[in-house]
């Protein structure tokens, strides 16, 4: 693409060398300096911790045709497009290159706290079984199908650029329809800036990452974007039971159709007379005044939840209701999410990470737990995160478990031992019969073995999906399904 075609419908302040930007082809966008491309185009990305404008001199030597940027490089002879915040700007630049792809496609992003994952695959699921064709793109990377294998990703939601060219090779492949999570930093950086988006789906907001987001308040006007950004036609699906639902509600603009699901509220689709069993969960389901039995193979009250949203959203895209039911009943857990791993005693794996997150899912498995048999909860809690929640993840553990082990997560540069005195400083009482504390996870696991009678039930909690732990020097192959499976199997 031509430089000058690049810069259309870009808001630019200023630009510099730029007598020639017809004549320059431009190849692609980067903003790391060390893997561009000659012809690309790099954009000086100013983020939380480093400035790309440093690396810009490193970028031309390598064959930056040109720069993206927010201020003038003087040792630099190539053209040099000023705009207000490259962070901010970037989607503009993206989605210009790859010509808008979202646009030709129906795009779902589901955003919230808790149960982004799970959600947008049984869409995907309830998409593909209606006979159309449907990639995900999420924490666990994307996918072209539920059939297809995963692809890898850096985050929840990826950074413009190769978003938009995810996109893109989705619309080559005629793939009509894309289940996106939509994180909140996502949201905050404009990660997905020109994207269109069909419809949006709202799980639930509880407390994370307030050390980026500060106050709970950041935290919902960032996930509010999403649904800010809806047009006329497109769909709004919310969890009404959630004390944020209201406002949610309020930010939506007129002509887009919201659909509501809850457990505890009236809504468009609600769900009663739950029964959970090893087997998973059965409910009555009410949908827009329509009665349906619904056998989940999922567990706990979270799962209700996320099968709820997926199939509002299914119903919202105008699927018929019986083939959304039947696609969520024959879908099994996510990677790492209530993934049961050993049965005697009954192991299951988490993804939990928040105090929400962590109480959902000792409260659905205290539901698998057997009389007379104990509740263990192995976790740990994340360096350079939020510290806040320690205590909060520590009390909560305290209080809806038997027995807890405090262990290490990805301590990254933290001193592990300061984070589990965080964790511990919510624990009432640290009584060496029912609270262990071990910062190796892999040996705190190993430890689950002599303390584990064969009808307990243990949630290892905080990892799930993840096969890696972040120290601080150097990062592992870490993945607790394997490392319990070595103890319990």
């Known amino acids: 693409m031509k430089l000058s075609k690049l810069m259309e419908n870009i808001e630019i302040k200023k630009i510099v060398n730029g007598n020639n930007l017809s004549d320059i082809e431009i190849t692609g966008i980067s903003y790391n300096s060390k893997t561009i491309q000659k012809g690309?185009?790099?954009?000086?990305?100013?983020?939380?911790?480093?400035?790309?404008?440093?690396?810009?001199?490193?970028?031309?030597?390598?064959?930056?045709?040109?720069?993206?940027?927010?201020?003038?490089?003087?040792?630099?002879?190539?053209?040099?497009?000023?705009?207000?915040?490259?962070?901010?700007?970037?989607?503009?630049?993206?989605?210009?290159?790859?010509?808008?792809?979202?646009?030709?496609?129906?795009?779902?992003?589901?955003?919230?706290?808790?149960?982004?994952?799970?959600?947008?695959?049984?869409?995907?699921?309830?998409?593909?079984?209606?006979?159309?064709?449907?990639?995900?793109?999420?924490?666990?990377?994307?996918?072209l199908s539920g059939s297809d294998s995963y692809h890898d990703a850096k985050h929840t939601t990826p950074q413009a650029p190769e978003l938009q060219k995810t996109l893109e090779m989705i619309r080559e492949k005629n793939i009509d329809y894309v289940a996106m999570e939509v994180s909140s930093h996502a949201l905050e950086q404009n990660r997905v800036g020109g994207c269109d988006f069909n419809g949006a789906v709202f799980t639930n907001l509880t407390q994370d990452h307030l050390d980026y987001h500060i106050t709970m308040n950041n935290y919902f006007e960032a996930k509010a974007i999403l649904f800010k950004g809806l047009k006329e036609g497109c769909f709004a699906v919310i969890n009404n039971d959630d004390e944020y639902?209201?406002?949610?509600?309020?930010?939506?603009?007129?002509?887009?159709?919201?659909?509501?699901?809850?457990?505890?509220?009236?809504?468009?689709?609600?769900?009663?007379?739950?029964?959970?069993?090893?087997?998973?969960?059965?409910?009555?389901?009410?949908?827009?005044?329509?009665?349906?039995?619904?056998?989940?193979?999922?567990?706990?009250?979270?799962?209700?939840?996320?099968?709820?949203?997926?199939?509002?959203?299914?119903?919202?895209?105008?699927?018929?209701?019986?083939?959304?039911?039947?696609?969520?009943?024959?879908?099994?857990?996510?990677?790492?999410?209530?993934?049961?791993?050993?049965?005697?005693?009954?192991?299951?794996?988490?993804?939990?990470?928040?105090?929400?997150?962590?109480?959902?899912?000792?409260?659905?498995?205290?539901?698998?737990t057997p009389q007379n048999s104990r509740l263990i909860c192995l976790f740990g809690c994340g360096g350079d995160r939020d510290a806040t929640k320690r205590p909060k993840m520590g009390k909560i553990a305290d209080e809806n478990a038997d027995i807890v082990f405090v262990t290490s997560d990805n301590p990254r540069s933290e001193d592990p031992q300061l984070i589990i005195s965080d964790i511990l400083a919510g624990i009432k009482s640290v009584n060496t019969q029912r609270v262990f504390v071990e910062p190796d996870r892999g040996v705190a696991i190993s430890m689950l073995k002599n303390v584990a009678k064969e009808d307990d039930v243990i949630i290892i909690a905080g990892k799930g999906h993840e096969d890696y732990q972040i120290l601080k020097d150097k990062t592992i192959h870490f993945d607790d399904r394997e490392q319990a499976r070595k103890v319990f199997c």
């Open 245 to 368: 639902a209201e406002r949610f509600k309020s930010v939506v603009k007129d002509g887009v159709k919201i659909y509501t699901y809850g457990i505890k509220s009236k809504a468009d689709i609600t769900a009663s007379n739950i029964d959970f069993s090893i087997h998973g969960a059965k409910f009555d389901c009410e949908i827009l005044g329509q009665m349906k039995k619904v056998n989940l193979q999922m567990n706990g009250m979270f799962s209700v939840y996320n099968a709820l949203a997926a199939l509002s959203a299914g119903i919202a895209m105008g699927f018929d209701v019986d083939v959304c039911i039947k696609a969520l009943e024959e879908t099994k857990s996510v990677d790492g999410r209530f993934e049961i791993v050993a049965k005697k005693p009954l192991v299951i794996v988490d993804y939990a990470h928040t105090p929400d997150g962590l109480e959902n899912v000792l409260k659905a498995a205290r539901e698998l």
């Open 40 to 143: 690309e185009i790099f954009v000086c990305l100013v983020g939380e911790h480093t400035d790309g404008h440093e690396y810009a001199k490193m970028a031309y030597e390598n064959g930056a045709a040109a720069f993206y940027c927010e201020k003038e490089l003087p040792e630099i002879n190539a053209p040099q497009i000023i705009v207000e915040s490259t962070r901010h700007q970037i989607a503009d630049l993206a989605a210009n290159f790859y010509d808008y792809p979202s646009k030709k496609i129906n795009l779902i992003g589901v955003t919230g706290t808790n149960g982004k994952t799970t959600v947008t695959h049984l869409i995907q699921r309830i998409v593909e079984d209606a006979n159309k064709k449907c990639a995900l793109i999420g924490t666990l990377g994307y996918k």
